[in-house]
Structure formats: C-alpha cells, structure tokens
C-alpha cells in the first residue's frame, strides 16, 4: 500500500512533524491480525451438513421454476432452505436448481446423497440410520 505524505507546508509540518509520520509508516506496514466480520460469517472451514430426517420428502415440482435445496440440513422448511445456514454461520450455502419438467421427485433430506438435490437412497444405509437427526454424520 503506497502512503502519500501531504505536500509541506508550515502547517503540515507544525501538525505532523517527521516522526510522526514515521511512526504511521510503521504501524501500516505491520501485519494486523484482525478478525473482520466476513471471517465470522464466512469461515474457511464450512460446518458439516446434519441429518435434517432419515427419509427422502417427495415434492412436486413445477418447470421452470427456481428451487434452493437446503444443504446444510438447518433449515425448518426441509428440503427447501430457509436461511438458517447464514444465521448459524455454517459457510453451507443452498443449491440452487432449476425442474426441467413438471414431476414428482424425492428430495433427499439426510444431506449425504451423491447426486444432490435428488435422493439416491444413501439414507438407507447404516451410517445414516445410526446417526441422530440434527447431528453430523
């Protein structure tokens, strides 16, 4: 960062003489180890998703219309995001898809399918079963 020192005059230098401006010049250069707000609400490591139910929800959905999967598992309107993720902090954001045709599906709500948003019956298996909903797997 380039720090352009006001042009001299009698009243620059009467209110900040050289070394005062040496000691700013030092302090911007430091390294400050600051926790901004985006760290907060955006942390590096995202949360794991938990288990929101142990079985799939079947929804219809309509062509051409926008849908936020909830992919963090938080959400009180499952399978659908409800913006827990941001409030909890997570760092989880929703999928966001687009139905290419007007159908019937099975939305997973136990967040460990392969093919996301859509169940793949991985909810069936041991791991998920043993799992307690609201936790991680």
């Not at 380039?2 to 005062?20: I, K, M, N, W």
């Not at 949360?47 to 009180?76: D, H, N």
């Amino acid at each position: 960062m380039a720090f352009r020192r006001p042009p001299l005059s009698t009243e620059s230098v009467f209110l900040f003489p050289d070394h005062v401006w040496l000691r700013v010049l030092q302090k911007l250069s430091q390294k400050r180890h600051i926790t901004s707000w985006l760290a907060r609400w955006f942390p590096k490591t995202p949360a794991q998703a938990v288990v929101a139910q142990k079985s799939p929800i079947k929804v219809e959905l309509v062509a051409g219309k926008t849908y936020r999967w909830c992919a963090c598992g938080r959400s009180k309107n499952q399978p659908f995001c409800d913006g827990s993720h941001f409030f909890q902090r997570t760092g989880l954001a929703p999928l966001k898809f687009k139905a290419q045709e007007t159908r019937t599906v099975a939305l997973c709500t136990c967040k460990a399918t392969k093919r996301p948003p859509y169940c793949d019956g991985t909810h069936k298996s041991e791991q998920v079963q043993k799992a307690e909903v609201g936790t991680s797997l």
